[in-house]
């Protein structure tokens, strides 16, 4: 069985309980019988999903939310200190847990799987997740995303297995201890955090350092980020590499789309094994094979992982299909870095045919948009035609001369067809206009711009 509640998160207050990775550690500590309570901006499915589990939700910010007898309180990196409730906890002396500390407390006694790299974490955990639990393996697993329902993103399992993404954007993945530690890719991001990619080189290498004697590191051999880390790492480091590159451990031999999935083949231990991805994509079915050989590494026999891998059927966010009206399919991505938009893209298009795609984008970050706003205006050409909203800010403030324009420029440049939008209620008669029977709708960033999928659907039905 696995372990019960760490020390001194019998009674924890979480400030922001509704984030994805704040909901998660929330919620295991709800099922493993910790008295959960928190707060967050604003109400959402994911709270009334706390809420059933017996967990306290409140909205808003207010230091009456904490309750003195919190036996601690955490947080993300994205609270300011001056917060109300942390604000009143170091009035009342109340210990300041970070969320990556509480997730690392979470995975003592048990076999961590850690899921690190600038882009697809979150899928990858989930294919690892779905996978071993359709074994009958009965994981404990993490997730930056809800599975199939609001509260989905984490389990407390019964068995000895803790599967988590890792999240390099503050270096809190430094906190981990894993026996399996994948690496998929390694890009420059998280502007305000890393200053060059010597650091972010120097942080994964700090990851890397993490785990536990015996343990393995599984690299994408085909991402030039990741095979520079490999070359990186002390000798003592065990690594195993997937890819189509020829010097590949793990080697994938082809991808064959088929329809909304593939068809996987690889060479792994002198044989070939061939199996389904049900999500479409090159990028997903990279990270199929990554969840597969961090399984095999972890023990779990791969001619039996490999046909499990099919039961993921996709992450809310991740090209998730939000619905058809009108003949227009709408779609959702999470994608807000130029690499992931382009990989969604070329998926999209891969899996649409000679459909026209629409991409209504909203930029995430403004110091995302300074050091990468040519390159995600450069992606979207590969749309036949794309509304540009406004920057969503999330943690940050504005930056001066830093606006969606220098996406939209750089579109423009690369002779994409791109209308910018200020306000964001205008999209759906927007798309409504634009759009024709046979066309793909895809709402992408990760703010809140998936809000607009179903208003878009609403207005077509119209």
């Known amino acids: 069985m696995a372990p019960g509640l760490p020390t001194a998160m019998d009674r924890p207050h979480f400030i922001g309980i509704g984030g994805a990775g704040m909901s998660g550690i929330a919620k295991i500590l709800a099922q493993r019988g910790a008295a959960v309570a928190g707060s967050d901006a604003k109400e959402s499915a994911t709270a009334e999903a706390l809420r059933a589990l017996g967990a306290t939700v409140r909205i808003g910010h207010d230091a009456d939310h904490l309750a003195p007898d919190a036996s601690c309180v955490v947080v993300s990196s994205a609270i300011r200190e001056d917060n109300p409730e942390l604000v009143r906890a170091a009035e009342l002396g109340i210990p300041v847990v970070h969320r990556s500390d509480a997730l690392a407390r979470l995975m003592d006694g048990l076999r961590p799987i850690a899921v690190a790299g600038t882009h697809g974490k979150t899928t990858t955990t989930s294919m690892l997740a779905v996978s071993l639990s359709t074994l009958g393996l009965d994981p404990s697993y993490a997730i930056g995303g809800d599975l199939d329902a609001p509260g989905s993103n984490a389990l407390h399992g019964g068995g ?49 350092g993490k785990i536990v004697p015996g343990g393995t590191l599984v690299v994408n051999a085909d991402q030039e980020g990741a095979r520079e880390l490999t070359r990186r790492l002390p000798d003592g480091v065990r690594v195993v590499t997937y890819g189509e590159s020829q010097d590949a451990d793990v080697r994938v031999l082809s991808v064959v789309p088929q329809g909304l999935k593939s068809e996987v083949t690889v060479e ?69 870095h130029p690499t992931e ?25 403004f110091s995302r948009t300074q050091e990468l ?52 209620e205008a999209v759906p008669a927007l798309v409504a206009g634009m759009t024709r029977p046979g066309d793909l709708v895809l709402t992408m960033g990760a703010g809140d711009v998936t809000d607009l999928g179903p208003e878009i659907l609403t207005r077509l039905s119209k």
Request: aromatic fraction near 6%; charged fraction near 20%; proline fraction near 5%.
């Open 160 to 208: 000895d297995i803790f599967v988590a993404e890792a999240d390099e954007s503050d270096r809190s993945f430094h906190k981990y201890a894993p026996e399996v530690a994948i690496v998929l890719n390694v890009e420059l991001d998280h502007h305000a955090n890393y200053a060059s990619m010597d650091e972010i080189y120097e942080s994964f290498e700090t990851f890397a």
């Open 341 to 365: 938009m382009t990989a969604d893209l070329e998926a999209m298009r891969a899996a649409a045919g000679d459909s026209r795609i629409l991409v209504v984008f909203q930029p995430h970050l």
């Open 268 to 336: 792994l231990d002198g044989a070939a094994l061939t199996f389904t991805v049900s999500v479409p994509g090159r990028h997903y079915a990279h990270n199929a094979v990554a969840a597969l050989v961090a399984g095999a590494a972890l023990g779990v026999p791969a001619h039996e992982l490999a046909p499990a891998l099919a039961s993921y059927t996709g992450v809310k966010r991740r090209l998730q299909l939000k619905g058809e009206e009108a003949g227009v399919q709408v779609v959702d991505s999470y994608a807000h």
């Open 373 to 424: 706003g040519k390159e995600m205006g450069q992606a979207l050409s590969l749309a036949d035609a794309s509304l540009v909203l406004d920057i969503y800010p999330a943690r940050e403030d504005p930056v001066p001369g830093v606006t969606s324009e220098l996406i939209i420029e750089a579109a423009q440049a690369a002779g994409a067809h791109v209308t910018p939008v200020h306000d964001k």
